[in-house]
């Protein structure tokens, strides 16, 4: 039987990454394909379902072509409108705008200067994954500049945001959506306290927990997905504490992690998802 929906992940790993393997059992319409993989012929797929793409935040304007040119050829999930907005973070301005509370954030073009450096804070690039190039600062605004600039240096947006520490003991917490519909929840260790950044890389890697949302964080992540267009076949929102409540860190409508091994039932709910996007 040929493959009905492509997954879409990257020529870059070498293997399937958790989800894919969790998913892939449930849902036999379906095989890995690379998006950067030339020689894929994106027409004999009825659905693109975007996953494991990470190397996309190097080569955006390549892969939002590719995501343009595939949306003619077969059905590309998410779609593509959602898809060029939600990867650059600047969507949070547009949350903000939405009466959404999010973690308060200036975007820095290279070019423009900051003026707010002092404290702890975090400097990021607009268009990432994966911690890559995030960095945090305690009281020491010149390194954080010259980040700041390496970053303006490699042609990137860049983000300043206060650390928000409460993170250091709570966590990020991470709600996953599909089709719509709140799924399960899981729970992010801190990545860029001292202690990690200060590692040698082997600390890098995610600690991941299951949770169960907090009401307020339900409700706030509920609230963002209201905004959205409807029945997104995934969405994950992933906030962070604070006093006054939950702030949205980031929205993830292109490739996220769905931490589908946090629930026992999310890979078979995935898999019904995905092949209810089939005509
Ligand atoms: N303002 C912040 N306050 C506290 N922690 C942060 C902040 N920004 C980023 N982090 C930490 O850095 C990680 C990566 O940042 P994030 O904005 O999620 O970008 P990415 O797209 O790389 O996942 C987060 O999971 C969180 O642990
Ligand atoms: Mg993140």
């Given at each position: 039987m040929t493959a009905r929906i492509a997954i879409v992940t990257t020529v870059d790993l070498a293997e399937p990454d958790a989800d894919e393997l969790l998913l892939l059992p449930h849902l036999p319409e379906a095989e890995l394909v690379a998006?950067?993989?030339?020689?894929?012929?994106?027409?004999?797929?009825e659905v693109a379902i975007l996953r494991s793409?990470?190397?996309?935040?190097?080569r955006l304007d390549d892969f939002l072509a590719w995501a343009s040119k595939v949306s003619g050829l077969t059905r590309l999930v998410n779609p593509l409108e959602t898809i060029v907005w939600n990867t650059?973070?600047?969507y949070l301005d547009d949350l903000a705008a939405r009466g959404i509370p999010v973690v308060p954030t200036a975007f820095v073009a290279p070019g423009e200067t900051a003026d707010a450096l002092a404290g702890s804070v975090v400097v990021k690039p607009?268009?990432?994954?994966?911690?890559?190039?995030a960095a945090l600062f305690h009281d020491d605004p010149e390194a954080a500049a010259a980040h700041l600039a390496s970053l303006h240096a490699d042609g990137r947006v860049a983000m300043i945001q206060p650390y928000l520490a409460q993170v250091d003991e709570a966590g990020e917490t991470a709600l996953i959506y599909l089709g719509g519909r709140f799924s399960h929840a899981a729970r992010k260790a801190a990545i860029l306290s001292a202690d990690m950044t200060n590692s040698?890389?082997?600390?890098?890697d995610e600690k991941i927990t299951r949770c169960e949302p907090t009401e307020a964080e339900r409700a706030l992540a509920d609230r963002v997905v209201a905004t959205?267009?409807?029945?997104?076949?995934y969405a994950r929102v992933d906030l962070l504490p604070t006093d006054d409540g939950p702030v949205v860190l980031e929205l993830e409508l292109?490739?996220?992690?769905?931490?589908?091994?946090?629930?026992?039932?999310a890979p078979a709910r995935a898999a019904r998802e995905f092949r209810a996007l089939l005509g």
């Open positions: 998006w950067d993989n030339p020689d894929v012929d994106w027409s004999t797929y793409t990470w190397n996309y935040t190097e650059d973070k600047r607009s268009v990432g994954a994966g911690s890559a190039g040698t890389g082997l600390y890098a959205l267009p409807e029945g997104l076949a292109t490739e996220p992690s769905l931490f589908l091994g946090m629930d026992d039932a």
